[in-house]
């Protein structure tokens, strides 16, 4: 068949192309007439914003900010997707994560699961699971040839994939169609527990499951390279990408010992990424993981097509919460649809209430039906890889790629994933990031909702049975909320000790036009420290102190507009102290009344950006909360 040429108008034809500079300009006029005297590139780069791994977002892109070719989907490098299709046939497996030890309800939520959309099955086993031996009774009547099981055994990783075949054996499943992971990840293990004296052993183990793998069962891989130890520790992700990409050099290398080809070892590993609501990091981190594989499996000399990286996408337990839990649904949607849109092959949403114990149905029931509407009712997987063509996910992409590369050369320089965490390289790298990121967070930079900010001191929290303690040791587990909710539980138990909570008294000067501002301010960043606010009106300094009393606070704040405050702050501050006031803070920054205010009895001031974690903990200490 012969397309005819088209002859018809071309869209938007009759208008002539803009340029950047054409944008700057622009840009310019509007900064200037909000009081910023900027020009050209400072323009631009006042509208920057500064990402981890020394990366920007920047306001504006266009094709001429990326010049890596991402391929087509299917092909090296293999940005565009894995495979050629994508998800669209069949989407991309639905996976859901089981550790209750229980086997018997872990088998009721298992066939829950399989029943209502689930495709494959993630399972702790001993460790922190059900107990090796129970596997059997877990797995009753799943159909083995249809549902992939992956194992998370940790160092009981042999031990579990023999079961895992004497139940295929039983049932008799043709080991042709078996199909998920063994989970094997001896430095995974390391990396968590610090743990060596048994990491050699555990890779002649993650060999031999590999060989067997290899020749009798073509569907199931051996290892998996987690890289969630190191996004659980803070990491940032470009070190994420590092430390799986060195990770994967070192089982290369041990398989190919063993007697694997390069292209049969690759098909030996799961890669295991954290996916968060930085939808569009996300994004990035999977098409950029999927590029640096592809090359160390290219310099490995593997076929171009075994050079296809398998993905599992987790949503971020860093980013789960404990108080307001409710809004980790919105958390796991967004980061569910970023891996998605970024390529992954398989996906786990975890439970709302991860964070409090072991989910209930009706959490793995919300997790499960997060991907089904993402998949059944938006069609997010009928398109081949959606993000492709955005110049800013390409350029993000590449970005990325090259911070990773960068970490992942000096893990090998230090000789190797192996070495680098025995040696403590990784753990005070991502420490440090951590550090950085810690404090954006105690800032509010970086806002957790229903935490840090808008928390609802009133809310009553599910009841979870713990989650089974797992081996730790090794990088720790941090969470976002971690800071405030440490605060919250100081709160709780002062409740429950006194029956109240602490509480905080808001001096309101001036009519509510003029405080509503700042008193809202300050109330949202006291309960956020799971602080009682109670508020008294008025410029009168004496009805605020006798407001004060009957409050029943032993610490107030200012709260005002700067006009007001140069005129009442003074007197309300003295009132406050001399009616019992441990301490009084004001909401705003002092300017050139500072020393006027401290000598009236200001002792310090709560503005946006102002470090609440210390502000909060030293309110708290103030009023005798035990830590």
């Known amino acids: 068949m012969t397309v005819p040429p088209h002859d018809g108008p071309t869209l938007a034809a009759e208008f002539p192309d803009s340029t950047r500079e054409q944008w700057r300009l622009l840009v310019e006029g509007v900064l200037h007439r909000s009081g910023k005297e900027l020009s050209g590139f400072a323009a631009e780069d006042a509208l920057t914003t500064g990402l981890q791994d020394g990366l920007r977002a920047r306001p504006l892109y266009t094709a001429d900010d990326t010049a890596a070719d991402p391929g087509l989907p299917g092909f090296p490098p ?180 063993a007697g694997l080809t390069v292209d049969q070892a690759c098909g030996q590993l799961e890669f295991r990424y954290a996916a968060t609501a930085d939808q569009f990091l996300t994004i990035a981190k999977f098409r950029a993981a999927r590029r640096l594989w592809a090359r160390v499996a290219q310099v490995a000399g593997a076929a171009p097509q075994a050079a296809a990286q398998r993905q599992h996408a987790v949503t971020s337990s860093v980013m789960m919460t404990e108080r307001d839990p409710w809004v980790n649904m919105l958390r796991t949607t967004v980061a569910c649809l970023a891996a998605g849109v970024g390529g992954a092959d398989a996906v786990t949403v975890l439970p709302f209430d991860s964070a409090l114990g072991l989910p209930d149905a009706f959490a793995r029931r919300i997790a499960r039906n997060t991907q089904s509407i993402l998949l059944e009712e938006s069609h997010l997987a009928r ?20 911070a990773a590369w960068a970490w992942f050369q000096e893990i090998e320089r230090a000789g190797g994933q192996r070495a680098a965490l025995v040696s403590g390289l990784v753990g005070e790298r991502v420490a440090a990031t951590w550090a950085g990121r810690s404090a954006d967070l105690a800032h509010r930079r970086e806002p957790v909702t229903g935490v840090s900010e ?87 300094a004496a009805a605020l102190a006798e407001a004060f009393t009957a409050g029943g606070a032993s610490v107030a704040c200012l709260c005002s507009g700067d006009k007001l405050y140069a005129e009442h702050a003074e007197a309300v501050a003295a009132a406050l102290k001399a009616a019992g006031a441990r301490r009084v803070l004001l909401a705003g920054k002092p300017g050139e009344h500072r020393e006027a205010y401290q000598k009236a009895g200001v002792d310090g001031y709560v503005f946006a950006g102002c470090d609440a974690v210390a502000v909060l903990t030293s309110v708290l200490d103030e009023i005798g909360a035990a830590r």
């Open 383 to 402: 398109v081949i890889d959606p993000a492709g063509g955005s110049w800013y996910v390409e350029r993000l992409t590449e970005e990325l790629a090259a």
């Open 78 to 257: 293999f940005v565009r997707g894995g495979r050629a299709e994508g998800s669209v046939l069949s989407g991309w497996d639905v996976r859901q994560w089981h550790a209750d030890p229980d086997p018997r309800r872990t088998n009721e939520a298992v066939l829950a699961d399989l029943e209502n959309g689930v495709t494959s099955l993630w399972l702790a086993v001993d460790e922190g699971g059900v107990p090796v031996d129970a596997l059997a009774e877990a797995l009753k009547g799943v159909h083995l040839d249809l549902a992939a099981v992956v194992l998370d055994a940790g160092a009981g990783a042999r031990t579990a994939a023999e079961r895992l075949f004497a139940v295929l054996a039983e049932r008799g499943v043709p080991a042709e169609v078996a199909t998920g992971s063994l989970g094997a990840d001896p430095l995974g293990l390391l990396a968590r527990t610090g743990v060596d004296s048994t990491t050699d052993a555990l890779l002649d183990d993650a060999a031999t499951l590999s060989v067997r793998s290899a020749g009798q069962y073509p569907g199931l891989r051996a290892l998996t390279v987690d890289a969630l130890p190191y996004h659980d520790a803070g990491a940032s992700a470009a070190q994420e990408l590092g430390c799986s990409l060195a990770t994967g050099v070192a089982y290369l290398r041990g398989l190919t010992a």
């Open 454 to 540: 808008f928390p609802n001191l009133g809310e009553q929290l599910p009841i979870r049975e713990p989650l089974p303690v797992r081996p730790g040791g090794g990088l720790p587990l941090v969470r976002s909320g971690q800071a405030f909710e440490a605060l919250r539980d100081r709160s709780d138990a002062v409740l429950a000790a006194a029956g109240a909570r602490p509480r905080l008294f808001l001096a309101a000067i001036g009519p509510a036009a003029v405080h509503t501002g700042r008193s809202s301010f300050a109330a949202n960043l006291f309960q956020a420290g799971g602080l009682a606010t109670v508020t008294g009106e008025g410029t009168e």
